[in-house]
């Protein structure tokens, strides 16, 4: 079955870094979008930022753009996440999702697969 696996989550100091990385299997990696998505607590999840099949498309949030970096490495079936210039209002668990028609979409709707998710805390 289809699994996705964050990691790299952890407490952090404002205008500190992180880098999450989201491990795929399951499916075919390479052929699939993918996403980051967060939620704060008592929020509704957002988009963060998004990566088409090739790599060669890239979506942000506003919020994030400047700041966060996504990329992948379809040899290893991963999708990772710099975080860079981090803020408080960047606490939230971060999710990675996968969606089959590999645009790199921006609705949490449209994507097929949730990772569990990994914790980000950053401290003012």
């Known amino acids: 079955q289809v699994q996705l696996v964050e990691s790299g989550g952890g407490f952090v100091q404002a205008g500190g870094s992180l880098r999450l990385s989201c491990v795929a299997s399951?499916?075919?990696?390479?052929?699939?979008?993918m996403g980051w998505f967060r939620q704060a607590p008592g929020k509704e999840r957002e988009f963060v930022t998004s990566i088409a099949w090739t790599g060669g498309k890239t979506y942000y949030a506003d919020s994030v753009k400047g700041r966060f970096t996504i990329s992948r490495d379809n040899a290893r079936n991963t999708v990772n996440l710099q975080m860079n210039s981090l803020k408080p209002e960047d606490t939230a668990v971060y999710y990675c999702a996968a969606e089959r028609l590999g645009w790199g979409r921006t609705k949490g709707y449209e994507y097929d697969y949730w990772g569990q998710g990994t914790q980000v805390t950053v401290s003012s």
């Open positions: 399951g499916l075919s990696f390479s052929t699939y979008g």
